[in-house]
């Protein structure tokens, strides 16, 4: 059984700083990918930024420069930074995991509340 674990997210305000974390456990798996998505009411579950287990990184471009992923290979963990956030980065994030055991699935979090005001 793999289990993705969320922390972090919570209320902000305008132009400040959040940082999620995720951690994906389970006998004897290897993460190919971790990233994070987001779902904000009315709207579709949208990729937010995600990293290979080679380091390689992707970004929407409405959080690139703005958000940083980072991930331990090792831990099975990625932290999203998020900065300058905006009242439209708010939204449900969604931690995501490409497993691979004796197969290769896909697993998702919980999710964690991510609030911004004005």
């Known amino acids: 059984q793999v289990r993705l674990v969320e922390s972090g997210g919570g209320l902000v305000q305008a132009g400040g700083s959040l940082r999620l974390s995720c951690a994906a456990s389970g006998s004897g798996i290897v993460t190919n990918v971790m990233g994070w998505y987001r779902e904000a009411p009315g709207k579709q579950r949208e990729l937010v930024a995600r990293?290979?287990?080679?380091?390689?990184?992707n970004y929407a471009e409405f959080v690139r420069g703005r958000f940083t992923i980072s991930g331990d290979n090792a831990k099975n963990t990625v932290s999203l930074q998020m900065n300058s956030l905006k009242p439209e980065d708010t939204a449900v994030y969604y931690c995501?995991?490409?497993?691979?055991?004796?197969?290769?699935?896909?697993?998702w979090g919980q999710g964690t509340q991510v609030t911004v005001s004005s």
């Open positions: 990293i290979t287990s080679d380091g390689t990184t």
């Open positions: 995501h995991a490409i497993v691979r055991m004796s197969y290769i699935a896909a697993y």
